[in-house]
C-alpha cells in the first residue's frame, strides 16, 4: 500500500470542468466549453492510466497470497468523528474522506475516465447546435466526476456521496430537453425510483455501522465477525445487511422492480444514455456488491437472491426487446439485460465474471448508444428519427457507423474472438457451477439455463435491430434519403476505437483451460494477494467448459441466424402474418407487460390521491381555512375595535387614562390571598410557626384576622401571623391556618404536615 498518492486530482478534474462551464460557461465560446470538458476528462484518464501503471502496477506484480491488496491511498481529512455504543462500551469513530485506487478500483476509473473521454468528444459533435451547450457539458463532467467518487470512495459514506451524485446528474441530463413533458417525466420517474433503492442503501449502511462500529471498507471487512455473529428478527444479521444494500444496487443498476426508469431514460441526449448505460451510473450496483464481496460470502441465500433477480431480469428484459421498434429503446432493454447478466455473476460467487462483463459491455455497449446516435444524426430530417420500421438500407450512407455497429452486435451476441464472448461464457460457467450451503443443487443450473436462454434472445433482437437499420432498402421519405450522411470525425473516431475495444479486451479473461497460466490475466489481477473481489474456485473439467463454451457459442450463432431468416434485407411477410396472428401477445409485449400501468394503478395513483387528500385537508382547509382565516378575523376584529377607540375625542382618552391607572392601583395594592404555613423553629415538643404570603401583602395588615388548628382534631383558634403550638406527644400533625382580609373580602385556607419530636 503506498499512502498519500494524489488520487483526489481524478475526480476534482471534471468537477473543476463542471464548475467552469456552469458558472461561467455562457460567457464562453462553444469550442472552449466543450475543450474544458474534454481536457478535464482526458486529464483524469492520464492521471488515472499514470497511478495504474507507475504506481498500482509495480505493486501488484510485487505482491502475492497473503501479502495484503495492492493499492494506492490518498488519506484526505477527517470527514466524521464521533462516538459508537455507550457507558462503557463506548468507542471513539473517526472517518476521513479517503479514496482507495486498488485493482477493483482500477478497472472501473480506467472504464470511466477513458469511455467517458470518448463520450465528450463525441458529444461536441452531436450537441453542436443545441443552445445550452455549456450547461450539458458541465452536466457531464459533473456525472463523471461524481461517479469517480463513487469507485474511489474509501468507505461506505464516500461511495454515498457519489451514488447520490450520479443520481441528481441523472436526473439532470435524462431530462435535459425538460422542456417537453415526456422528457421532464423521464428524469422525475430516474429520481424517484432511485429514490427507493437508495434508502435500502442507507439502513444496510446504518446496519453495518451498527455492529461493526467502521464504515471504511477495511474496517467493515475485519468487523465481519461481528455481522456474522448476530441476529435481526430471526435471520443472520448479513441476510438482511446484504439484501438492503442489493436493493439499493437493483435502483441503481435497474433491476426487478426497480428497471422501469431506464428505458424511458432514452428521453435524454443519446451520449447521455451511452454515459449512463455503459460506463457511469447503471454499474454502481454491481461494483458495490463486489465491493462488498467479503460480506456477500457469508449471506448465500442472498446471493442466490441476486443470482435469481439477475436471471428473470436479463430475461424479462430480453423478451421485451423483441417488440420495440424505436432504436434506443431496443438498446436500453438491452441493458437491463446485460445488467441482469452481470447481477447473476456476482450473485454466483463468480464476482471477477461479473466485473469483467462489466468491463466488456462498457465497450460495445457504448459504441451501440454512439452508433445510435449517429444513425439518428443522419436521419434528424425524419419525423421520428429513431423509429428502425423507417430505416433500412444505411450500411452504403454510413459505412463507418455500419461496420462498428456490426461489430458491437456480434460483440453483445457472444461470437468469438469478440469481447462478449469471453465474458458471457466466463458468467454462465460460473452459473452452472454454483453451489452454496442452504441453495438447492440444481440452482445453478437453473440460473445457467435462463441466462442460456436471455443471451439466445440477445442475439435475436440484436441483429433485428441490426438487418431492419443496415440492410435491405431504405423504407422511409424520400427527402430524409437525400439527406443521409455520414456523421463528422468527432463522431466517428469514438465510434471506431470502441469497436477496436470491443475486439480486443475480451483476451485478459480467456478462460484458463485455453492457456498455459493457471488463471486468467484478468482474474488475477482482481484476485492477487488479499483480494478485494473474491472470486468463485470452479473445480470444472476441460470438456465441460468446453460444451458450456459451444453452447453459449451456439446460441449466439442461432440468434443470429434466426434474425437473419426473420430481418435480413427488411421485414419478411412470414414476420408479418406472425405479428397479426399473435396480435394480442406482440400488443403485450410491446407495451412491456404493461408494468408502468401496473405501478401507476397500484402505487402512483393512491399516492397522488393521499397527497391530494392531504393538501385539501392540512393545507387548504386547516392552514389557508382555519389557521389564516382566524388570524384574518382577529386582525380585522381588533383594528375595528381600536379604530373606536382611536377617534381624536380627547375626554374619551382620559376616561381611559384614569380606568388604567385604577386598575393598575387595584392590582398594585391588593395583597396576595394566597397564604401559606411555614414551620420556623421548633423543640420536642413545640415547634413555631409563620403565615407566609406569597406576594407583596405584609402579614400584619390590621383588617387581617387568622385562625390556626395545631392538629386535626384541635379547634380553631383566633391569633396572628405567627403561632406557636404545643403537644403532648412527638409525631406527625397536619397544622391548618385560615386567613380572611375584611378590606378586601378575600380568604385562603391551607395546611401543612408536620413533625414534632424525634429524629
Not at 502475492?64 to 462503557?88: F, I, K, V
Not at 439502513?203 to 464504515?215: A, C
Not at 450500411?395 to 458491437?408: A, D, G, S, V
Not at 373606536?644 to 395594592?669: E, K, S
Amino acid at each position: 500500500m503506498t499512502n498519500d498518492f494524489p488520487l483526489y486530482l481524478i475526480p476534482l478534474l471534471p468537477l473543476i470542468g463542471a464548475a467552469i462551464n456552469l458558472l461561467f460557461g455562457k460567457r464562453l465560446s462553444k469550442d472552449t466549453n466543450h475543450y474544458i470538458a474534454i481536457t478535464a476528462v482526458g486529464g483524469a484518464a492520464v492521471i488515472a492510466i499514470h497511478a495504474c501503471v507507475s504506481g498500482l502496477w509495480p505493486l501488484w506484480k510485487a505482491s502475492g497470497a497473503g501479502a495484503g491488496t495492492p493499492s494506492l491511498t490518498w488519506q484526505g481529512w477527517e470527514w466524521l468523528h464521533g462516538a459508537a455504543g455507550g457507558g462503557m462500551g463506548e468507542t471513539a469513530v473517526s472517518l476521513k474522506a479517503a479514496l482507495v485506487l486498488d485493482p477493483l478500483s482500477a478497472v472501473m476509473v480506467l472504464v470511466i475516465t477513458l469511455i467517458g473521454f470518448l463520450i465528450h468528444l463525441y458529444s461536441a459533435g452531436y450537441m453542436a447546435e443545441d443552445k445550452r451547450y455549456a450547461t450539458y457539458f458541465g452536466y457531464l463532467n459533473l456525472f463523471t466526476g461524481a461517479m469517480l467518487i463513487l469507485v474511489l470512495g474509501d468507505s461506505l459514506p464516500v461511495m454515498f456521496v457519489g451514488w447520490e451524485g450520479v443520481g441528481l446528474c441523472s436526473y439532470l441530463l435524462i431530462g435535459f430537453w425538460f422542456d417537453v413533458d415526456k422528457n421532464a417525466n423521464a428524469g422525475r420517474k430516474a429520481f424517484v425510483v432511485n429514490r427507493i433503492g437508495d434508502f435500502a442503501f442507507l439502513l444496510g449502511i446504518f446496519l453495518t455501522f451498527y455492529f461493526t462500529k467502521s464504515l471504511s471498507f477495511s474496517g467493515v471487512r475485519e468487523g465481519v465477525g461481528e455481522i456474522t455473529g448476530s441476529r435481526i428478527w430471526g435471520a443472520p444479521a448479513q441476510f438482511w445487511i446484504c439484501l438492503l444494500f442489493f436493493i439499493g444496487a437493483c435502483g441503481k443498476s435497474a433491476q426487478i422492480p426497480l428497471y422501469v426508469w431506464l428505458p424511458d431514460a432514452m428521453a435524454g441526449p443519446t451520449p447521455v444514455s451511452a454515459l449512463i448505460h455503459a460506463a457511469t451510473m447503471v454499474t454502481a450496483g454491481v461494483y458495490m456488491i463486489a465491493r462488498l464481496s467479503f460480506l456477500y460470502v457469508t449471506a448465500p441465500t442472498v446471493m442466490a437472491i441476486v443470482a435469481g433477480v439477475g436471471a428473470a431480469t436479463a430475461l424479462f428484459a430480453a423478451i421485451i426487446g423483441f417488440a420495440q421498434n424505436d432504436l434506443k429503446k431496443v438498446l436500453a432493454y438491452s441493458t437491463v439485460s446485460q445488467l441482469g447478466l452481470m447481477f447473476v455473476g456476482v450473485g454466483t460467487g463468480n464476482f471477477t465474471g461479473g466485473v469483467f462483463h462489466l468491463m466488456t459491455h462498457a465497450f460495445f455497449k457504448a459504441g451501440l448508444f454512439l452508433g445510435a446516435g449517429s444513425v439518428m444524426h443522419a436521419l434528424h430530417h425524419a419525423k421520428d428519427p429513431g423509429d428502425i420500421r423507417e430505416m433500412g438500407g444505411l450500411r452504403k450512407k454510413l459505412p463507418i457507423t455500419h461496420w462498428t455497429f456490426l461489430i458491437y452486435c456480434v460483440a453483445i451476441a457472444g461470437i468469438p474472438p469478440l469481447a462478449g464472448f469471453f465474458s458471457k461464457d466466463a458468467i454462465l460457467a460460473g452459473a452452472f457451477g454454483f453451489t452454496a450451503p442452504g441453495v438447492p443443487k440444481f440452482y445453478g443450473q437453473l440460473i445457467w439455463a435462463v441466462s442460456s436462454v436471455a443471451s439466445l434472445c440477445t442475439a435475436i433482437y440484436m441483429f433485428r435491430l441490426y438487418f431492419l437499420t443496415f440492410t435491405g432498402k431504405f423504407r422511409g421519405d424520400h427527402h430524409v434519403e437525400e439527406h443521409l450522411h455520414e456523421s463528422p470525425a468527432e463522431m466517428t473516431i469514438p465510434l471506431i476505437v470502441l469497436g477496436l475495444g470491443a475486439m480486443a479486451v475480451g483476451f485478459v479473461g480467456i478462460p484458463a483451460f485455453l492457456r498455459s497460466h493457471h488463471e486468467p490475466l484478468f482474474v488475477r489481477w482482481l484476485s492477487n494477494g488479499d483480494a478485494p473481489v473474491q472470486a468463485l474456485a470452479l473445480h470444472m473439467s476441460a470438456s465441460r467448459e468446453w460444451i458450456l463454451m459451444a453452447v453459449a457459442t451456439g446460441a449466439g450463432v442461432v440468434g443470429i441466424a434466426v434474425a437473419a431468416a426473420l430481418w435480413l434485407g427488411g421485414p419478411r411477410p412470414a414476420v408479418v402474418s406472425l405479428g397479426n396472428g399473435i396480435g394480442p401477445i406482440k400488443k403485450l409485449v410491446a407495451n412491456k407487460f404493461y408494468i408502468d400501468e401496473l405501478y401507476d394503478l397500484l402505487l402512483v395513483r393512491p399516492f397522488r390521491w393521499l397527497c391530494m387528500a392531504v393538501y385539501q385537508v392540512v393545507d387548504r382547509f386547516i392552514i389557508e381555512t382555519l389557521l389564516l382565516g382566524l388570524v384574518t378575523t382577529l386582525v380585522d376584529f381588533s383594528g375595528r375595535a381600536l379604530r373606536l377607540l382611536q377617534n381624536g375625542h380627547v375626554q374619551r382618552y382620559m376616561v381611559v387614562t384614569v380606568m388604567g391607572l385604577a386598575a393598575i392601583l387595584w392590582f398594585g395594592m391588593r395583597p396576595s390571598d394566597e397564604f401559606t404555613v411555614q414551620p420556623v423553629m421548633g423543640t420536642q415538643n413545640t415547634i413555631s410557626l409563620h403565615a407566609n404570603a406569597h406576594d407583596y401583602g405584609t402579614p400584619n395588615a390590621p383588617q387581617r384576622k387568622y385562625k390556626w388548628k395545631c392538629a386535626t382534631d384541635d379547634p380553631w383558634k383566633a391569633g396572628g401571623p405567627d403561632k406557636t403550638c404545643e403537644y403532648p406527644n412527638a409525631g406527625k400533625y397536619e397544622v391548618q391556618l385560615e386567613v380572611r382580609d375584611d378590606l378586601w373580602g378575600t380568604s385562603n385556607k391551607s395546611s401543612k404536615l408536620i413533625k414534632v419530636g424525634g429524629d
